[in-house]
């Protein structure tokens, strides 16, 4: 027979998964302030293979519009600015020669609401990854219940799991808020 914390211990790691997974895919979406996450995904070729953008080049932010891109090898200079433009940032790098320079232009207002857009779709995705995880600590319960687990026991466990799926769906919608004001913040 198993014990009802290794249904909520469970269930409560599917949730913090959802959780490091909407702050993951809410750091990529772009609010008009520089930010170096948005910049994780690009791949650039590095001697035949795909390498994250930051292990060739120094990433900074000087100001809340501008990333500056120092390439740690000469070459990697085209390379790099390909890597960017061909991503879906959406965005022209600048080359001097010493830096590659990413302007962050200010968001129109349609680019804002379609950013809200996504950033409320990523969150209502992560809510329902929480939902799966306490229904599928529920659908355990009731067969632990099944196989002989008293019937308070498994109501307690129940409860537990309620009050976790509530305080993962309150952070959801915090993380969001905090997206949304910093999207919609001109």
Do not use: C
Request: charged share 35%.
């Amino acid at each position: 027979m198993t014990d009802i914390k290794t249904y909520i211990d469970e269930s409560q790691e599917k949730m913090d998964m959802a959780i490091m997974h909407l702050d993951e895919a809410l750091a990529h979406i772009r609010a008009g302030k520089a930010n170096p996450r948005i910049l994780d995904g690009i791949r650039v070729d590095y001697y035949g293979s795909l390498v994250p953008l930051s292990n060739v080049a120094n990433i900074s932010v000087p100001d809340a519009r501008t990333i500056v891109i120092t390439p740690w090898e000469k070459p990697m200079f085209k390379v790099i600015e390909k890597a960017i433009i061909d991503s879906e940032l959406g965005i022209t790098p600048e080359n001097n020669g010493e830096i590659i320079r990413i302007g962050i232009p200010p968001l129109t207002e349609d680019r804002r609401k379609t950013l809200v857009k996504q950033s409320k779709q990523e969150a209502e995705n992560a809510k329902v990854s929480v939902r799966n995880a306490r229904r599928d600590a529920i659908e355990g319960l009731k067969k632990a219940l099944k196989n002989g687990m008293p019937e308070d026991v498994e109501k307690d466990g129940e409860a537990s799991v309620q009050k976790l799926h509530d305080k993962y769906m309150k952070k959801i919608d915090e993380l969001f808020g905090a997206k949304e004001k910093e999207i919609l913040t001109v």
